[in-house]
């Protein structure tokens, strides 16, 4: 039966841009929804704006405009960059908005009616130069577990403590600096500490809804007592106002975990689903992604509201780690951090992004990090140096040699075919006479234990799994040699039939891997011209014999390294200072004034005349050869130099080349090149070249010299 699943991640503070970390939780979230939609379940995956509380209304305060303002401005950039990272929401809505006024009043009178709020008349901080109570994070001081200096008034970032604001220790108002008075007001309390609360929390948390390590967090929490919860804010504050008072507003962690709810009510609404009955139905599962930043806040406060107001708890929370930059923790002002704006405005690839990010997320709650050798090395070689060199190993056989067409004869050919076929191209051994090929038997054996992983969010398992399936259909490749059939009169039905084979087996790679490259899979349905989008059941269908397919065209390029050091380019507010001695832009009484100074434009690289002219018979001297590198080193004696060493069909080469400032050792290794095999070795100091690989440059960049696909180690070049 098909599973009704109801799906969300964090909302998103609306008072800035997204950073990377918000990507790669998208991401994660938007693969396993891809996939579940893939075997046919029914999702409703929305998100929404988190706009209110006082860092939104003070922002909106210092640049002289409403809140409503920068929501509504931060909300269209969000939108943007959903779209751009292929995040497929079904709705994104925002927390300002009149469904979660509605729900944070109906839930708030059901947990009073239920006794499970209480009013207490509270000392709190107030800054007597702002004029404002100040919320948590607007306090600061040291940890009162701890002992730590410069933490926020609700939790330690070091050791992990939550407590009330008068608890730090030597506080200050982070707005003004100034040391906060104690002023009364009254509040209203969600009384977390109800032995009815504790008892539900500690079922529900170990229920096996949570990561094993959560649940063993929460434990703690438990044990430990918890404190019944604030939910009031004092005017001034952009929020919710609490019904039947005056100057009393929501604490914007009551209203924003509802807004899952309003943004769900709101889609459905558009739908014409009925809310209410849809939540009351038993079979619809409610599942939220999120951060290992605001685990208390999701397994403690938000169940036990919903519980009590009688409405469903969830029934899971996935909980992911941090995103770090090459080991370190990002930080923008340090200079850090990916900005995932200026990565879409440099036009680099957002599937390369996911497949990376899957690459390396699994179900437990570890910090992820991105290293940008490694993510171009992986792209490079994974996605295109094996998933799309399948396709366009065969692709240009098919459109050449039969017009686009496939092979007539089914791929489960029985014995006269494969006789046939046996002429000169022998079919593999383990082949059953009347079954499909064993290559094929094999990619589809993989299908439940790749979905299984899949389910389980254990993404970097079931890559794994799709990239050894590639690198065993590309050594099937090699060993058929479809190049050499090509050669041979009277094979072009085995040449036909063997590139049907490697387009249905690139066809199920693909479905293995849309759930995290859907605009690649979308352009490979449009290239085998399917009749409807993959899903996960047509692993066990097959291309139709005699099918057309339309021109091929390149479903990935490889990342250029100079994208990458654009990308990681420090914004201009962590830049260093400029050197003393130079000259600063006057000031002007109406603000900065910037003089424009002539400059001269970057002179292009020169191109050199054409050498002298020489003979064929100059020119057949030269042995040229396709190579394949099999492996690559640095050489820690030469900056410049790599050590590669060359498959050239008959034996292997040892040579040095000069490339080390344009490609790393990782993205190097399986790719085809072309080397001058004749060339009298040179010894150096740190072993002998034995031949010369080419490339082509401009003094800058350099770019190594590849042949088309198809080309085999050892092919001489004429």
Same mark, same amino acid.
């Given at each position: 039966?098909?599973?009704?699943?109801?799906?969300?991640?964090?909302?998103?503070?609306?008072?800035?841009?997204?950073?990377?970390?918000?990507?790669?939780?998208?991401?994660?979230?938007?693969?396993?929804?891809?996939?579940?939609?893939?075997?046919?379940?029914? !999702?409703?995956?929305?998100?929404?704006?988190?706009?209110?509380?006082?860092?939104?209304?003070?922002?909106?305060?210092?640049?002289?405009?409403?809140?409503? #303002?920068?929501?509504?401005?931060?909300?269209?950039?969000?939108?943007?960059?959903?779209?751009?990272?292929?995040?497929?929401?079904?709705?994104?809505?925002?927390?300002?908005?009149?469904?979660?006024?509605?729900?944070?009043?109906?839930?708030?009178? +059901?947990?009073?009616?239920?006794?499970? !709020?209480?009013?207490?008349?509270? #000392?709190?901080?107030?800054?007597?130069?702002?004029?404002?109570?100040?919320?948590?994070?607007?306090?600061?001081?040291?940890?009162?577990?701890? =002992?730590?200096?410069?933490?926020?008034?609700?939790?330690?970032?070091?050791?992990?403590?939550?407590?009330?604001?008068?608890?730090?220790?030597?506080?200050?108002?982070?707005?003004?600096?100034?040391?906060?008075?104690?002023?009364?007001?009254?509040?209203?309390?969600?009384?977390?500490?109800?032995?009815?609360?504790?008892?539900?929390?500690?079922?529900?948390?170990?229920? =096996?809804?949570?990561?094993?390590?959560?649940?063993?967090?929460?434990?703690?929490?438990?044990?430990?007592?918890?404190?019944?919860?604030?939910?009031?804010?004092?005017?001034?504050?952009?929020?919710?106002?609490?019904?039947?008072?005056?100057?009393?507003?929501?604490?914007?962690? $009551?209203? *924003?975990?509802?807004?899952?709810?309003?943004?769900?009510?709101?889609?459905? %609404?558009?739908?014409?689903? /009925?809310?209410?009955?849809?939540?009351?139905?038993?079979?619809?599962?409610?599942?939220?992604?999120?951060?290992?930043?605001?685990?208390?806040?999701?397994?403690?406060?938000?169940?036990?509201?919903?519980?009590?107001?009688?409405?469903?708890?969830?029934?899971?929370?996935?909980?992911? =780690?941090?995103?770090?930059?090459?080991?370190?923790?990002?930080?923008?002002?340090?200079?850090?951090?990916?900005?995932?704006?200026?990565?879409?405005?440099?036009?680099?690839?957002?599937?390369?992004?996911?497949?990376?990010?899957?690459?390396?997320?699994?179900?437990?709650?570890?910090?992820?990090?991105?290293?940008?050798? %490694?993510?171009? *090395?992986?792209?490079?070689?994974?996605?295109?140096?094996?998933?799309?060199?399948?396709?366009?190993?065969?692709?240009?056989? @098919?459109?050449?040699?039969?017009?686009?067409?496939?092979?007539?004869?089914?791929?489960?050919?029985?014995?006269?075919?494969?006789?046939?076929?046996?002429?000169?191209?022998?079919?593999?051994?383990?082949?059953? #006479?009347?079954?499909?090929?064993?290559?094929?038997?094999?990619?589809?054996?993989?299908? %439940?234990?790749?979905?299984?992983?899949?389910?389980?969010?254990?993404?970097?398992?079931? !890559?794994?799994?799709?990239?050894?399936?590639?690198?065993?259909?590309?050594?099937?490749? &090699?060993?058929?040699?479809?190049?050499?059939?090509?050669?041979?009169?009277?094979?072009?039905?085995?040449?036909?039939?063997?590139?049907? $084979?490697?387009?249905?087996?690139?066809?199920? $790679?693909?479905?293995?891997?849309?759930?995290?490259?859907?605009?690649?899979?979308?352009?490979?349905?449009?290239?085998?011209?399917?009749?409807?989008?993959?899903?996960? #059941?047509?692993?066990? &269908?097959?291309?139709?014999?005699?099918?057309?397919?339309?021109?091929?065209?390149?479903?990935?390029?490889?990342?250029?390294?100079?994208?990458?050091?654009?990308?990681?380019?420090?914004?201009?507010?962590?830049?260093?200072?400029? *050197?003393?001695?130079?000259?600063?832009?006057? +000031?002007?009484?109406?603000?900065?004034?910037?003089?424009?100074?002539?400059?001269?434009?970057?002179?292009? *690289?020169?191109?050199?005349?054409? =050498?002298?002219?020489?003979?064929? /018979? &100059?020119?057949?001297?030269?042995?040229?050869?396709? +190579?394949?590198?099999?492996?690559?080193?640095?050489?820690?004696?030469?900056?410049?130099?790599?050590?590669?060493?060359?498959?050239?069909?008959?034996?292997?080469?040892?040579?040095?080349?000069?490339?080390?400032?344009?490609?790393?050792?990782?993205?190097?290794?399986?790719?085809?090149? !072309?080397?001058?095999?004749?060339?009298?070795?040179?010894?150096?100091?740190?072993?002998?070249?034995?031949?010369?690989?080419?490339?082509?440059?401009?003094?800058?960049? @350099?770019?190594?010299?590849?042949? /088309?696909?198809?080309?085999?180690?050892?092919?001489?070049?004429?």
């Amino acid at each position: 039966m098909p599973r009704k699943l109801f799906v969300t991640t964090a909302l998103p503070y609306a008072n800035g841009p997204f950073h990377i970390g918000h990507i790669m939780e998208y991401t994660q979230a938007d693969i396993w929804v891809r996939f579940q939609r893939m075997q046919g379940h029914k !999702i409703q995956f929305v998100c929404a704006d988190d706009t209110h509380g006082a860092p939104i209304m003070l922002k909106a305060e210092a640049e002289g405009i409403k809140p409503e #303002e920068l929501i509504g401005r931060v909300a269209e950039s969000h939108k943007r960059d959903l779209a751009r990272f292929g995040v497929s929401f079904d709705h994104f809505h925002s927390t300002h908005s009149d469904e979660n006024r509605q729900l944070a009043g109906d839930i708030f009178a +059901a947990l009073k009616d239920a006794g499970f !709020i209480a009013n207490r008349t509270i #000392e709190q901080f107030f800054d007597p130069v702002k004029g404002m109570f100040l919320p948590d994070r607007y306090i600061k001081g040291e940890c009162p577990k701890c =002992g730590a200096k410069d933490q926020y008034g609700d939790s330690c970032e070091a050791c992990g403590a939550v407590y009330a604001p008068t608890d730090l220790k030597e506080p200050f108002s982070a707005l003004t600096g100034a040391k906060p008075v104690m002023k009364k007001s009254e509040h209203f309390f969600f009384r977390l500490s109800d032995p009815r609360c504790v008892e539900f929390l500690r079922g529900w948390t170990q229920g =096996g809804r949570l990561q094993p390590e959560v649940a063993n967090k929460v434990r703690e929490w438990l044990d430990s007592g918890l404190n019944d919860w604030d939910i009031t804010r004092d005017a001034p504050y952009f929020g919710i106002e609490i019904p039947g008072t005056k100057g009393k507003y929501f604490y914007v962690w $009551l209203d *924003a975990p509802i807004g899952y709810l309003a943004a769900l009510k709101s889609h459905l %609404d558009r739908k014409g689903v /009925d809310f209410a009955k849809y939540l009351a139905d038993p079979k619809v599962e409610q599942v939220h992604f999120i951060g290992k930043d605001i685990i208390y806040f999701h397994t403690l406060f938000w169940p036990a509201m919903l519980k009590f107001a009688g409405r469903k708890v969830p029934d899971n929370v996935f909980v992911h =780690g941090f995103i770090t930059l090459s080991g370190e923790k990002m930080s923008k002002s340090r200079g850090v951090s990916i900005s995932p704006q200026r990565y879409a405005d440099l036009g680099l690839n957002p599937e390369w992004f996911r497949y990376y990010i899957a690459a390396k997320l699994n179900a437990h709650v570890e910090d992820l990090d991105f290293n940008p050798d %490694d993510f171009l *090395a992986r792209v490079n070689s994974d996605l295109v140096g094996k998933y799309v060199n399948i396709a366009s190993r065969a692709a240009g056989f @098919i459109a050449k040699r039969f017009n686009g067409k496939l092979s007539d004869e089914p791929l489960s050919a029985g014995r006269e075919l494969r006789h046939k076929l046996r002429g000169n191209v022998s079919a593999p051994a383990a082949d059953n #006479e009347e079954q499909v090929p064993a290559i094929l038997f094999e990619v589809r054996s993989f299908a %439940d234990q790749i979905a299984a992983d899949y389910d389980a969010r254990e993404f970097g398992k079931a !890559i794994r799994q799709v990239m050894f399936l590639a690198d065993r259909v590309n050594q099937y490749v &090699d060993e058929q040699k479809p190049w050499e059939i090509a050669k041979e009169s009277g094979q072009e039905p085995a040449l036909q039939w063997f590139c049907t $084979l490697y387009l249905e087996l690139f066809r199920i $790679l693909t479905i293995y891997l849309k759930p995290v490259l859907p605009k690649v899979a979308e352009d490979v349905e449009a290239f085998l011209a399917l009749a409807k989008p993959l899903a996960w #059941e047509d692993v066990g &269908d097959a291309l139709k014999p005699g099918h057309a397919v339309q021109p091929y065209r390149h479903l990935l390029s490889r990342i250029d390294p100079k994208q990458i050091e654009q990308l990681l380019e420090p914004p201009a507010e962590s830049k260093p200072e400029p *050197a003393k001695g130079s000259q600063a832009p006057p +000031a002007s009484p109406d603000g900065p004034e910037f003089k424009l100074e002539p400059v001269e434009p970057p002179k292009p *690289a020169p191109i050199l005349p054409v =050498g002298e002219t020489i003979s064929i /018979d &100059d020119f057949g001297k030269i042995d040229l050869r396709v +190579a394949r590198i099999v492996d690559a080193e640095l050489v820690p004696e030469a900056e410049k130099l790599l050590r590669l060493t060359l498959d050239i069909g008959v034996e292997t080469r040892t040579v040095f080349a000069g490339i080390r400032s344009a490609y790393t050792p990782k993205e190097l290794v399986g790719r085809l090149t !072309i080397m001058v095999a004749n060339l009298a070795p040179r010894k150096m100091r740190f072993g002998e070249s034995q031949g010369m690989v080419l490339a082509a440059g401009d003094g800058n960049s @350099i770019f190594l010299l590849s042949p /088309d696909a198809g080309a085999t180690p050892g092919m001489r070049i004429k």
